[in-house]
């Protein structure tokens, strides 16, 4: 589909009243795509998680737009306002600030809202931290589950590890700097030294880290750099060998 092509298929671009879903990149903005500059140039709104975060996108497109936020503290009842622009016939983007809306960020409340009232969703594919990481893994990627960010208490992240030693596809999921240290550590001692893992660290961004061994290996070779940063973590199944 050409880059000045927004509408969806069967569908005229420009049509009145559409959701735009607007991935943006995860950390380098030269990863924004032709259809994303586009689509953001041509909306009367962006909804946006952080006004601040999404004003550093604009001034670097150099894009002048109407900001409104949309994230997890306000977004049931933002969701109904947006899909009432839509329903108005306004064309709106939604984006996070980093990825794809509604994949561990806010997003599913507002495009199911429009959806119920058969609004025009139109999403435009780009970024997304655990499709990058999978990309470049090295693991298994004909079946794969995400579970987004993992309970704060190691107890509930034991539990959770003990359910997937058996796995018979690879789990990939969100993890806090301020936990990664603490998750390591439960992943070596609950999984064993022999599982296969992947971990990603700021991805796309100048300091990007991605490396995948077994645990006996990735556990003291990760506590060894920098632990600061988004870290995106692929578990591989349990019969996986490197």
């Not at 947006?82 to 983007?93: E, H, L, R, S, Y």
Request: net charge neutral.
């Amino acid at each position: 589909m050409p880059a000045g092509n927004l509408g969806a298929a069967g569908q005229s671009a420009g049509a009145s009243g559409r959701l735009w879903v607007v991935a943006t990149p995860l950390g380098n903005l030269g990863d924004i795509t032709a259809r994303a500059r586009q689509a953001i140039a041509d909306c009367d709104v962006v909804a946006c998680e952080d006004t601040r975060v999404t004003g550093g996108l604009l001034r670097h497109l150099e894009i002048s737009k109407p900001m409104l936020a949309y994230h997890e503290h306000n977004e049931k009842d933002v969701a109904v306002l947006i899909a009432d622009k839509v329903a108005g016939g306004a064309k709106v983007a939604l984006i996070t600030d980093a990825g794809t809306p509604g994949i561990s960020d806010p997003g599913f409340r507002v495009t199911r809202e429009c959806r119920r009232r058969g609004l025009t969703v139109t999403p435009l594919p780009g970024p997304c931290a655990i499709v990058a990481l999978l990309s470049a893994s090295g693991l298994p990627t004909n079946a794969f589950r995400f579970v987004g960010f993992l309970a704060p208490k190691s107890a509930a992240r034991r539990r959770f590890l003990e359910s997937i030693k058996s796995a018979d596809e690879t789990v990939v999921l969100h993890e806090s700097c301020h936990r990664i240290s603490d998750f390591l550590d439960e992943m070596l001692e609950e999984l064993g030294p022999q599982r296969v893992v992947c971990v990603g660290r700021e991805l796309t961004k100048l300091h990007e880290t991605i490396r995948t061994s077994a645990l006996a290996e990735l556990v003291p070779a990760m506590k060894a750099g920098s632990l600061k940063g988004e870290f995106t973590v692929a578990i591989a199944p349990a019969d996986f060998v490197l």
